[in-house]
């Protein structure tokens, strides 16, 4: 902000999100659904939405894509040839009830500058009184992983950290996305594969989402990005076809940055943790619902010792760097 120390604008956010010093460089992306939208598509265009067949106005008449140039979000789709996810763009997605569904599907972002892209990009949608959310909108969440880091014992990982915890991670949701088809969970029983197994450790876990009771289904082909078993909220199907972990649990809520916000942070925490690294916590008086969960999640995964209750000692080495 103009005037304010970048130091003191730092400590500033991270009171506002305590989680956020955690937070790292990964890379990351984000869909907004929604509904409402005005816009026109022929025979050719492949589904992105052309900026220049969106007809939605703000109040002053102005034109959506040139609102989002204006406050630099550029929007791709105005050639065929222009590579996906390097810039904002608004994708056709017939799964959303209510007519002109699409999602708005941002570039690849990291660290500060990539969440003040999605604050401000929930914010131009805020401009535009048509494009609404319902319950069957959802905000999803890719964060970027590297395949030579992150491979079977990091993945077996993170569906052990889900397949506990999963529920705490339901309560953090509005009471009606919790019913939601396209974010269901887990439907694998790591406990009956580990009955059979004798015990830890990491199987072929692509074998494992691809499973029946998983809701795989054999003939459709692996490699295509709509496959039964990404409703999940988590989505692993994602992995093999992108290199990113999925996280579909939380509802499109554009009147609400401040939640998607933190939503953001806490799932790249879950796999920041998947790989390694377990930071201690910091212990806040009045914490809000997702530190307590992050509490909640520490204490059920026996590390109480992780959190750093006042007079404890400074962090370890085992910290996450800001």
Known sequence: ??????????????????????????????????????????????????????????ADGTLLPQVFQQQGLTLNGFSPDEPQYEAWSFVLDDSIKGAGGSEL?????????GLAQVYDALLLLQEFPEVQVNETCGFHVHHGVDPEKFGETQLFQLLRIISIFEGYIYCLLPEERRQAETCRPL??????????????SAPEVQSLWYSPENLNDPQVPRNRKIHPTRYHGLNLHSYWYRNTIEFRYFPSMIDDPEELM???IFTQFLVEWSEGRRPQLEYLPKPNKWMNTLYKIYLGAGMMSHILFPGSLSPGPGEISS
């Open 1 to 58: 902000m103009r005037g304010i120390d970048p130091g003191e604008w730092e400590r500033r956010l991270k009171f506002r999100y305590p989680m956020l010093r955690y937070f790292t460089n990964r890379p990351f992306g984000v869909e907004i659904e929604t509904f409402g939208l005005k816009y026109s598509i022929a025979a050719g265009d492949r589904q992105i939405i052309p900026p220049y067949k969106i007809t939605s106005r703000a």
């Open 187 to 200: 439907e694998i029983d790591l406990y009956k594969w580990y009955q059979n197994n004798g015990g830890w």
């Open 262 to 264: 933190q939503w953001i």
């Open 105 to 113: 599907v941002s570039p690849i972002l990291s660290g500060l500058k």
